[in-house]
């Protein structure tokens, strides 16, 4: 299908007889749903072509693929993004106009495709998209969960939890099952080693469970450029020949269950058997095709690397390194050396947490239980590693702090890092803390493998689509080529200082106001005026994020209002989303309270509509589409060295907010590029925490008992100022005082007030305001996710276009 000579008459007619022979009926008549299911099956008859030679042409031609390995995939709404790239975005658009179909009701009828939880995930997709944007041969694999993440309901303040079934009426209009790429996964079992008659040992199974693991295919649709790659996710299935062994329902439920769930936890590990099978499944069944479809070029085995490069998204597929071995060694039959020079050089490693406690690590005997081969295997590679350290005159505690099996557990970050060649943060600061604290063991010994690959967005999604009005006000400023070259956007510097055009991006932001305006109304019947400062932060609920430091503003700001109904203040809604993951209870807590201060100042009309605090229910990439051009404030304030990057940081800055940051994360290089004059920058920073570690001499209740503005606000959780809220009341002030406030927000609160009182201030001078939202429209160019995906393509895994 040529794509480029496509009328809005010939995809007028191709799409009615679409929908009248897929769905049966006219188009007068249809359903949202049924368009959509309609348009997206469309949409696959012209892409389908393309697809299929791309796949082709790859193994014709040789190429090196490299396979980003994740469990999670968070790419949201496809519909949008896929007609964008395919070029057709706006002569869809116009030709459902003509037949009086309404877009963005269709749109709204696709389930966003929900299989991660946060930043790690949505960092996945967004490299998916770059991928086959940049050209690069790049699949990813993972699982095809039926329920993503859980769905969020508010009740009487309570976060609850709803299976989120989103493969709904229609299923994933998206996959195609491919048949004929199923291969088998063992778990479970004996297994003992013979030799055979050339004296090599191959292990034999006994007991083994042996699953079919059935891949789904969703096409990757590289930006007008005719690319498409490939996401793959797995089912999993019992094979027709093991049926007998799962004689009752539960027992097949039980396998079901694999792909059943993404585990809504992203950050406390638990252990769970479950967990491992599903990692491991994933990656065992992405390893087995990547060899197959190697061998079929007919090149020696032991040269893999030139032609693959495995990528192991944080710890989560990092059974990679061992299963690569396990495979070259028992099923194809090379020697340890071959193996293990080609695993090295295929593996590459990302690491997302600074946090120690935060690396996976499995009981030993767990392990053992669910993957006895590959147990041995692991066995075999830590010592060889000792060995080989030993001999290289590596000091022998360092070894043992960096050895794979210790303490009755395997340690997953380990073998990555072993069994890899290359290791690399998401920030820079955060690649700087990887190297000289959380794996400084490593740095000391392989300097060599580390590096930083500073985290990106898909600019198209939160341009193009997300915030329509300001892509057409960059358009009408500097012409329409940085929706090809992001860089373009930097000269939109030229005009900072032109009043016209700064007019014209503040009223395109009063637009996007606007509407989440009438969103907020409708879903939560708060009023809120665009005439306030929308002051945003959404993200994941946790500690270290610190939406608690937020809200010890809110409470001061009350009380300012309460004291002094006049006070002169631009008038603030602060507006909130965020998961807590459901066993939690701290980060459930602050849901709870963010809530009831919500309703104490949204319903005290003394505050005069001065004050608004709105949390926005189940936060998920398409509702970030509409939250986040509308923000005036971004909010990244994570304490100094725990958010290993954020990346919602970057999607604001790119539709115009200013940053009230943090010196954390890639909040420092948004600050580098912008300039401090358009930043709002606070609070400690990594040096100053690390010294209060190191001298243990942060006292919260000191804080709290010589600064009575602290005070106050801190006992408005429990002397029932917010009513409905007192056993979590209690529970926050007791994270504050007596458990002395671990990520040192009473420390930066002081700072903290201070920079929101200097946005305020900025704030009223709006032509102030809108040059520095244009500067940092301007300089945002610098975090496209097509950049951070050459970097690691070039690199790390060195492949070609
Ligand atoms: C691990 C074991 C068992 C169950 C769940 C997990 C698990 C799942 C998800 C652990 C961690 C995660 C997700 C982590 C995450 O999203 N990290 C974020 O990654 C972003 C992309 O690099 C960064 O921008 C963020 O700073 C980082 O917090």
């Known amino acids: 299908m040529q794509l480029e000579n496509l009328t809005k008459e010939q995809f007028i007619r191709d799409f009615k007889d679409t929908l009248h022979q897929e769905q049966l009926i006219k188009v007068a008549k249809a359903t949202p749903t049924e368009i959509f299911t309609a348009l997206a099956g469309l949409i696959r008859k012209y892409y389908t072509n393309t697809w299929i030679e791309r796949n082709h042409a790859l193994s014709d031609n040789q190429e090196k693929i490299a396979y980003y390995f994740s469990i999670e995939f968070l790419p949201g709404r496809m519909l949008e993004t896929n007609l964008l790239n395919l070029g057709i975005l706006d002569l869809v658009k116009e030709g459902f106009a003509e037949l009086d179909i309404d877009f963005r009701e269709v749109v709204e009828a696709e389930h966003d495709m929900a299989l991660g939880n946060g930043g790690l995930g949505r960092l996945a997709a967004a490299f998916m998209d770059s991928l086959a944007t940049t050209g690069y041969p790049g699949f990813g694999n993972g699982l095809r969960y039926r329920y993503g993440l859980f769905k969020q309901r508010i009740v009487d303040g309570y976060q609850v939890e709803l299976p989120d079934g989103w493969f709904g009426s229609t299923g994933n209009v998206w996959e195609t099952r491919k048949d004929h790429d199923i291969v088998y996964v063992k778990l479970f079992g004996d297994v003992v080693l013979e030799s055979n008659e050339d004296g090599r040992f191959v292990p034999t199974y006994k007991n083994a469970q042996v699953l079919r693991a059935v891949p789904y295919d969703v096409p990757q649709i590289g930006y007008k450029n005719g690319v498409i790659n490939n996401l793959r996710l797995w089912d999993v299935e019992i094979p027709e020949e093991y049926e007998l062994d799962y004689p009752t329902l539960d027992a097949r439920r039980r396998v079901k269950d694999i792909t059943a769930i993404l585990y809504p936890d992203d950050s406390t590990i638990e252990g769970k058997e479950l967990r491992l099978v599903q990692e491991y499944f994933m990656t065992s069944a ?94 075999e590679i830590d010592n060889r590693y000792i060995a080989e350290m030993a001999g290289r005159g590596i000091a022998a505690d360092v070894i043992e702090r960096t050895r794979i099996v210790k303490d009755n557990q395997v340690h997953m970050a380990n073998l990555a890092i072993i069994g890899g060649h290359s290791v690399n943060g998401v920030a820079k600061l955060h690649t700087e803390l990887l190297k000289e604290d959380t794996l400084h063991d490593f740095y000391t010994i392989y300097p060599e493998k580390f590096n930083n690959k500073t985290n990106g967005i898909v600019q198209r999604r939160w341009t193009q689509i997300a915030a329509p009005e300001l892509s057409a006000a960059i358009d009408d400023v500097i012409g329409d080529g940085w929706r090809n070259d992001i860089h373009e956007l930097e000269n939109l510097t030229t005009y900072l200082d032109d009043k016209e055009v700064l007019n014209q991006f503040y009223q395109v932001k009063k637009t996007a106001k606007q509407r989440l305006a009438d969103y907020i109304q409708e879903t939560t019947g708060v009023e809120v005026s665009t005439d306030a400062i929308f002051d945003v932060q959404v993200k994941r609920l946790h500690a270290y994020k610190r939406q608690l430091l937020n809200l010890l503003h809110i409470i001061k700001l009350y009380w300012d209002l309460k004291d002094n109904p006049d006070k002169d203040m631009v008038p603030r809604v602060f507006i909130f989303g965020a998961k807590a993951a459901p066993g939690y209870h701290f980060a459930k807590s602050v849901i709870k309270l963010i809530n009831e201060v919500a309703n104490l100042v949204n319903n005290d009309e003394s505050l005069q509509g001065k004050l608004k605090v709105v949390f926005l229910e189940n936060y998920r990439v398409s509702l970030a589409e509409l939250i986040i051009p509308a923000a005036d404030v971004s909010e990244q304030i994570s304490l100094a060295s725990k958010e290993a990057s954020g990346t919602s940081n970057m999607k604001f800055m790119m539709t115009g907010a200013i940053t009230l940051a943090t010196l954390d994360g890639a909040n420092i290089e948004i600050k580098d590029e912008v300039g401090d004059e358009n930043v709002v920058i606070f609070g400690m920073d990594k040096d100053e925490v690390y010294e209060h570690y190191a001298r243990h001499d942060y006292y919260s209740r000191a804080v709290y008992e010589n600064n009575p503005v602290i005070r106050r606000v801190v006992d408005t959780f429990v002397n029932g100022t917010i009513p409905n809220a007192q056993s979590e009341g209690t529970e926050i002030y007791e994270a504050l005082i007596t458990h002395n406030d671990e990520y040192f927000l009473l420390e930066d609160f002081a700072a903290y007030v201070e920079a929101q009182e200097k946005i305020d201030a900025l704030y009223r001078d709006h032509d102030k305001w809108a040059r520095m939202s244009l500067a940092n429209i301007a300089k945002s160019h610098k975090f496209t996710s097509d950049d951070t995906i050459t970097e690691y393509a070039k690199e790390i895994w060195e492949l070609k276009k």
């Not at 090379?334 to 935060?358: C, F, G, P, R």
């Open 286 to 379: 992405g390893l087995q095709t990547i060899i197959k479809s190697y061998l079929k070029m007919g090149l020696p085995l032991k040269d893999i690397h030139e032609k693959v490069s495995v990528h192991i998204n944080d710890t989560h597929p990092a059974v990679a390194p061992a299963e690569f071995m396990r495979l070259l060694l028992d099923e194809y039959g090379l020697s340890w050396e071959d193996a293990w020079n080609a695993t090295v050089k295929t593996m590459s490693y990302t690491n997302h947490t600074i946090l120690q406690e935060a690396l996976e690590k499995w009981d030993q005997q767990l392990f053992k239980r669910v993957l006895p081969r590959v147990y041995q295997i692991i066995l």
